[in-house]
């Protein structure tokens, strides 16, 4: 089960390494894109962080190679 975890926290981190260079992050004809103030990129890439940092702590928990 803990491979399985692992590979689906690696086939996620890969997901959202392709999805950081698509209009969905980067918006294409958008002059100035705004959300309360803060550039949508800023605010794409704290939640892109935020994802980040909780697939890698699952990772650290599930890796194959950890001793417990």
Do not use: Q, S
Not at 12 to 17: A, E, G, I, P, S
Not at 26 to 54: K, N, Q
Request: no cysteine; aromatic share 14%; charged share 15%.
């Amino acid at each position: 089960m803990r491979k399985k975890i692992w590979r689906f926290t690696v086939v996620l981190v890969l997901v959202l390494m392709v999805l950081t260079f698509t209009p969905l992050v980067v918006p294409e004809r958008v002059h100035h894109p705004y959300f309360m103030g803060v550039p949508y990129t800023m605010w794409m890439g704290f939640l892109e962080t935020l994802l980040l940092l909780g697939l890698t702590y699952l990772a650290t928990r599930v890796h194959p190679g950890r001793d417990d």
